[in-house]
């Protein structure tokens, strides 16, 4: 019994070079203890370990490739398109929530020490309300942001009609078709 | 886009302060080695740099290149004073297998995760970001770097305006960094800097698995994370979730790496990461605390003693500490309004918010299961991949069992800030759950391939446990030692399938318990209290109020479903200031899918 054991092991692992070729440690057991059916068990349960693996990595390796294929197509698609100037690259993506000239114009004219705030309306209406005064912060800083117009020696108006402000204010200058900019007289 | 070189010159400093202690450390040598840990040189550094001028800037120093040039000057001058006195061997790199298709799996991972590198980089330079999509980001995450790079320094003023001031400084600080070395306020230059980020990413794991695992596992998992659509995708984002990621995945990695081998310097590896996490986001110090508690007590089972120097990295949270001394010396909130840690000690109030926690899981679950399939394929396709990690914990327990104990308290940890959390389940899942997953999808892949790697070796075996010495302090350790290493990998896999059926059962019956727990029974007075207090003092908070609340209810009928409740308040800023006022609050008699209380203005009560 114990000697048919031994030899479907050997039999199994006669090609022992090539089986460990394939990959590291597949092949027979190795080492002083135990029997031959023993060590015939250790092979196999090690060899059996070694294929889930190999297995495995086939699968993570087919499924990486697949989307690989996708990605490498995108990069050389986009090899050939055009770069963006840092700037452009900065302001364009803000054109999505409001005229990216009103930014410009409200950077350039907002002094560095300045206060101010924003105001937007309703007219006409505005969807993202609360996205405005946001788009304005972020690109006004170091500006001081206040939420109170009382405090605020800049205002600028979106979609809002300035005089229904009831402020007083030495001057208005347009940032476009949809806000105004307005110096605050105190 | 056109990228100036200015960048070029920062990044360069950066990777020479991770090289630097990479050398120090052992992990590299010049030659060819310096270029295969490119990428794990640039993390390192870029995480070192960002604790060191986080630090700087904490204390009071000025925010400038300068700042930066001569932190990194001093550290590399220390990394070098350190290799000429004590030096290091360097690790080597496993030997290359000779089998073929050993090599054909490295080979094929190897070109795929460089195709995607030089792919992400192209897509980098012809894309723009989307402010819409990344609005966290609009909001306060690149505001508070302006107002770093505009005030050269943390300003309590212009901190105290933006939202979320409690958040740590380190992405904010490395945000304006670049806007110095980018020569102005170009928050475009942020994606170009989160897109190297993310490449050197990929490289470090790569860098770092190959000292341990054999290649041919280590590169097609890595490759799998690199092609991930949930990866690649988000790779250019200026959100922090994503470098969080990176960097926890990283010190778990480094964390597994000691314990496998009892090499000290895979722990310092694993401080830098995770120190670099804790002051990157909250979230990223509960993972980097729950990785070093569970890298502790594992480390004490299997390296006895010598196991107890894992405790250095707790020392993150003395950063977090540090973080929080200055909030408060500047009258800034030092946590997060969305919800309070105290309530976990609560039992009454989690056992009245439990569908939030039922609605959590199944969430978390679901979440994790798309990102799983779409970065590895359809369930059955995943079968060999759980295969080779199941079989894998027999052979090598104690990483195993360190990865998964970490994998499951990490999503503990997740789980339990969506039980006690103010805002809308739904909504404050919507809003983070699928930013901040992936973190565990990621390190789950890397970390599986770390395992089985490591199972698969038969000549490089771990540490042996030491003979103890009879009345040893630690033999009550020795039992589970023997499970948790190589001489009994069957008890071990039993113990782990033993306890991952009690903490499954665990969450089932917490998650599931609200059917008959505290829905449908009497209101629980404490925890009707507590409710409002977070509902309403968290939405104070989240306005800039320095408000403490105190809430007294009492029944009002009968039937004990209507309550009058007297709320007082007391302003920090203004103690003499005491507003209060009464509260109604009606409540169902059940009510198992639905909020069972409503106060008098409407607010539902969870």
Same mark, same amino acid.
């Given at each position: 019994?114990?000697?048919?054991?031994?030899?479907?092991?050997?039999?199994?692992?006669?090609?022992?070079?090539?089986?460990?070729?394939?990959?590291?440690?597949?092949?027979?057991?190795?080492?002083?203890?135990?029997?031959?059916?023993? *060590?015939? +068990?250790?092979?196999?349960?090690?060899?059996? @370990?070694?294929?889930?693996? $190999? &297995?495995?990595? /086939?699968?993570? #390796?087919?499924?990486?490739?697949?989307?690989?294929?996708?990605?490498?197509?995108?990069?050389?698609?986009?090899?050939?398109?055009?770069?963006?100037?840092? *700037?452009? +690259?900065?302001?364009?993506?803000?054109?999505? @929530?409001?005229?990216?000239? $009103? &930014?410009?114009? /409200?950077?350039? #004219?907002?002094?560095?020490?300045?206060?101010?705030?924003?105001?937007?309306?309703?007219?006409?209406?505005?969807?993202?309300?609360?996205?405005?005064?946001?788009?304005?912060?972020?690109?006004?800083?170091?500006?001081?942001?206040?939420?109170?117009? $009382?405090?605020?020696?800049?205002?600028?108006?979106?979609?809002?009609?300035?005089?229904?402000?009831?402020?007083?204010?030495?001057?208005?200058?347009?940032?476009?078709?949809?806000?105004?900019?307005?110096?605050?007289?105190? | 886009?056109?990228?100036?070189?200015?960048?070029?010159?920062?990044?360069?400093?950066?990777?020479?302060?991770?090289?630097?202690?990479?050398?120090?450390?052992?992990?590299?040598?010049?030659?060819?080695?310096?270029?295969?840990?490119?990428?794990?040189?640039?993390?390192?550094?870029?995480?070192?740099?960002?604790?060191?001028?986080?630090?700087?800037?904490?204390?009071?120093?000025?925010?400038?290149?300068?700042?930066?040039?001569?932190?990194?000057?001093?550290?590399?001058?220390?990394?070098?004073?350190?290799?000429?006195?004590?030096?290091?061997?360097?690790?080597?790199?496993?030997?290359?297998?000779?089998?073929?298709?050993?090599?054909?799996?490295?080979?094929?991972?190897?070109?795929?995760?460089?195709?995607?590198?030089?792919?992400?980089?192209?897509?980098?330079?012809?894309?723009?970001?989307?402010?819409?999509?990344?609005?966290?980001?609009?909001?306060?995450?690149?505001?508070?770097?302006?107002?770093?790079?505009?005030?050269?320094?943390?300003?309590?003023?212009?901190?105290?305006?933006?939202?979320?001031?409690?958040?740590?400084?380190?992405?904010?600080?490395?945000?304006?960094?670049?806007?110095?070395?980018?020569?102005?306020?170009?928050?475009?230059?942020?994606?170009?800097?989160?897109?190297?980020?993310?490449?050197?990413?990929?490289?470090?794991?790569?860098?770092?698995?190959?000292?341990?695992?054999?290649?041919?596992?280590?590169?097609?998992?890595?490759?799998?994370?690199?092609?991930?659509?949930?990866?690649?995708?988000?790779?250019?984002?200026?959100?922090?979730?994503?470098?969080?990621?990176?960097?926890?995945?990283?010190?778990?990695?480094?964390?597994?790496?000691?314990?496998?081998?009892?090499?000290?310097?895979?722990?310092?590896?694993?401080?830098?990461?995770?120190?670099?996490?804790?002051?990157?986001?909250?979230?990223?110090?509960?993972?980097?605390?729950?990785?070093?508690?569970?890298?502790?007590?594992?480390?004490?089972?299997?390296?006895?003693?010598?196991?107890?120097?894992?405790?250095?990295?707790?020392?993150?949270?003395?950063?977090?500490?540090?973080?929080?001394?200055?909030?408060?010396?500047?009258?800034?909130?030092?946590?997060?309004?969305?919800?309070?840690?105290?309530?976990?000690?609560?039992?009454?109030?989690?056992?009245?918010?439990?569908?939030?926690?039922?609605?959590?899981?199944?969430?978390?679950?679901?979440?994790?299961?798309?990102?799983?399939?779409?970065?590895?394929?359809?369930?059955?396709?995943?079968?060999?991949?759980?295969?080779?990690?199941?079989?894998?914990?027999?052979?090598?327990?104690?990483?195993?069992?360190?990865?998964?104990?970490?994998?499951?308290?990490?999503?503990?940890?997740?789980?339990?800030?969506?039980?006690?959390?103010?805002?809308?389940?739904?909504?404050?899942?919507?809003?983070?759950?699928?930013?901040?997953?992936?973190?565990?999808?990621?390190?789950?892949?890397?970390?599986?391939?770390?395992?089985?790697?490591?199972?698969?070796?038969?000549?490089?075996?771990?540490?042996?446990?030491?003979?103890?010495?009879?009345?040893?302090?630690?033999?009550?350790?020795?039992?589970?030692?023997?499970?948790?290493?190589?001489?009994?990998?069957?008890?071990?896999?039993?113990?782990?399938?033993?306890?991952?059926?009690?903490?499954?059962?665990?969450?089932?019956?917490?998650?599931?318990?609200?059917?008959?727990?505290?829905?449908?029974?009497?209101?629980?007075?404490?925890?009707?209290?507590?409710?409002?207090?977070?509902?309403?003092?968290?939405?104070?908070?989240?306005?800039?109020?320095?408000?403490?609340?105190?809430?007294?209810?009492?029944?009002?009928?009968?039937?004990?479903?209507?309550?009058?409740?007297?709320?007082?308040?007391?302003?920090?800023?203004?103690?003499?200031?005491?507003?209060?006022?009464?509260?109604?609050?009606?409540?169902?008699?059940?009510?198992?899918?639905?909020?069972?209380?409503?106060?008098?203005?409407?607010?539902?009560?969870?």
């Amino acid at each position: 019994m114990t000697g048919r054991w031994v030899d479907t092991g050997r039999a199994f692992w006669k090609g022992r070079r090539s089986a460990a070729a394939l990959l590291p440690g597949l092949g027979p057991a190795t080492g002083a203890e135990g029997g031959s059916r023993l *060590r015939l +068990a250790r092979s196999l349960r090690r060899n059996g @370990f070694v294929a889930v693996v $190999a &297995l495995a990595v /086939a699968v993570e #390796l087919g499924s990486a490739v697949n989307h690989a294929i996708a990605i490498v197509r995108t990069g050389y698609h986009d090899l050939g398109a055009p770069r963006y100037a840092t *700037r452009d +690259a900065d302001l364009d993506p803000f054109a999505y @929530f409001l005229s990216t000239d $009103a &930014l410009v114009l /409200a950077r350039q #004219l907002i002094p560095r020490d300045a206060t101010y705030t924003v105001v937007v309306g309703n007219d006409p209406p505005v969807s993202d309300a609360t996205d405005i005064p946001v788009v304005f912060r972020f690109w006004l800083a170091p500006r001081r942001y206040t939420s109170a117009v $009382a405090d605020a020696q800049w205002v600028i108006t979106y979609h809002q009609v300035s005089k229904a402000l009831s402020l007083r204010y030495s001057r208005q200058f347009g940032l476009g078709p949809d806000a105004n900019l307005l110096r605050v007289e105190r | 886009m056109s990228v100036g070189f200015e960048l070029a010159g920062g990044d360069a400093l950066a990777a020479a302060v991770g090289y630097a202690l990479l050398a120090v450390l052992g992990f590299t040598r010049l030659g060819r080695a310096n270029v295969r840990t490119l990428g794990l040189s640039y993390l390192v550094g870029w995480s070192v740099l960002g604790c060191a001028l986080s630090v700087l800037l904490i204390a009071g120093a000025p925010f400038a290149v300068a700042t930066d040039v001569i932190a990194a000057s001093v550290i590399v001058a220390g990394c070098v004073v350190v290799r000429r006195r004590w030096p290091v061997e360097a690790l080597a790199l496993l030997p290359r297998s000779k089998a073929w298709l050993a090599w054909l799996a490295s080979a094929l991972g190897g070109l795929v995760v460089g195709s995607v590198v030089v792919s992400t980089a192209v897509v980098a330079s012809t894309t723009e970001w989307n402010p819409a999509g990344d609005w966290d980001a609009t909001w306060f995450w690149i505001p508070k770097a302006a107002s770093i790079y505009y005030a050269h320094g943390l300003d309590p003023a212009a901190w105290r305006t933006l939202n979320h001031p409690e958040y740590p400084p380190l992405i904010p600080v490395m945000d304006a960094l670049t806007f110095s070395f980018g020569g102005g306020f170009h928050p475009s230059l942020i994606m170009v800097q989160q897109t190297l980020l993310g490449i050197s990413f990929l490289l470090a794991a790569l860098a770092l698995l190959t000292k341990v695992i054999p290649s041919w596992i280590a590169y097609p998992s890595v490759a799998v994370v690199a092609t991930a659509p949930w990866f690649f995708s988000r790779i250019q984002t200026p959100m922090p979730d994503q470098t969080v990621a990176y960097l926890v995945t990283a010190g778990a990695i480094a964390s597994l790496g000691w314990l496998h081998d009892g090499r000290r310097r895979w722990l310092i590896l694993a401080l830098v990461f995770l120190a670099a996490a804790s002051l990157s986001k909250l979230e990223g110090g509960f993972w980097s605390a729950a990785l070093a508690l569970v890298v502790i007590a594992v480390g004490i089972v299997v390296h006895r003693r010598q196991g107890l120097v894992a405790a250095i990295l707790l020392a993150p949270l003395a950063l977090i500490e540090l973080w929080r001394a200055w909030l408060t010396a500047h009258g800034l909130r030092t946590s997060n309004p969305d919800y309070s840690l105290t309530s976990l000690l609560h039992p009454s109030f989690l056992a009245g918010r439990t569908a939030r926690l039922s609605y959590a899981t199944t969430a978390v679950a679901h979440t994790a299961e798309h990102l799983l399939t779409s970065a590895a394929g359809p369930g059955p396709v995943m079968v060999p991949l759980i295969a080779a990690v199941a079989l894998a914990t027999r052979r090598r327990p104690a990483v195993a069992v360190a990865a998964v104990a970490w994998t499951l308290l990490a999503g503990m940890a997740l789980l339990a800030i969506y039980w006690i959390g103010r805002p809308s389940i739904v909504w404050y899942f919507d809003v983070t759950g699928t930013r901040v997953e992936p973190t565990f999808v990621a390190a789950a892949l890397i970390l599986s391939a770390l395992v089985v790697g490591l199972a698969i070796q038969t000549d490089t075996t771990p540490r042996q446990p030491r003979v103890l010495q009879p009345r040893q302090i630690w033999r009550p350790l020795d039992r589970l030692a023997t499970v948790l290493t190589h001489r009994d990998p069957r008890a071990a896999g039993a113990l782990g399938t033993v306890a991952a059926i009690l903490v499954g059962l665990g969450v089932f019956v917490i998650a599931d318990a609200r059917p008959t727990f505290s829905r449908n029974g009497a209101v629980d007075v404490g925890a009707l209290n507590h409710e409002i207090v977070s509902q309403f003092l968290y939405g104070f908070l989240a306005g800039g109020y320095p408000l403490t609340a105190h809430v007294s209810c009492r029944s009002s009928s009968a039937d004990n479903l209507q309550f009058g409740c007297f709320v007082t308040t007391t302003n920090r800023a203004h103690p003499s200031e005491e507003p209060a006022w009464n509260l109604g609050v009606t409540c169902l008699p059940v009510s198992i899918e639905s909020p069972r209380c409503f106060s008098s203005n409407g607010e539902a009560l969870q």
